[in-house]
């Protein structure tokens, strides 16, 4: 089993950034994927970034050039690095483990860009 908690959410201005933390209750490098999800309001919960234990990483098209995802190891951390935020990357933010065959979540920090 793994626990997860998020912190860095908040309030910024339209062209921002915003760091968002998750530390996992168990060393990163036993977690197949640690992954940044969000889900605005209505809206269905979308992937924004996802990195491998081996340290390959994806993103959504919608964050690419903008968001970075990373991880310290030692800390059993992984980050979202948000840059040149807008106002539709308004949403809940969701941190993600997946450990064959379960995916663990994160409670959710809200991140809130104004225009």
């Known amino acids: 089993q793994v626990q997860l908690v998020e912190s860095g959410g908040g309030l910024v201005q339209a062209g921002g950034s915003l760091r968002l933390s998750c530390a996992a209750s168990r060393s990163s490098l036993s977690i197949r994927y640690m992954a940044w999800y969000r889900q605005a309001p209505g809206k269905q919960r979308e992937l924004v970034a996802r990195m491998s234990s081996g340290g390959s990483t994806n993103y959504a098209d919608s964050v690419k050039g903008r968001f970075t995802i990373s991880r310290d190891d030692a800390k059993n951390t992984v980050y979202l690095e948000m840059n040149s935020l807008k106002p539709e990357d308004t949403a809940v933010y969701y941190c993600?483990?997946?450990?064959?065959?379960?995916?663990?979540w994160g409670q959710g920090t809200q991140v809130t860009v104004s225009s």
């Open positions: 993600n483990a997946y450990v064959f065959p379960y995916d663990y």
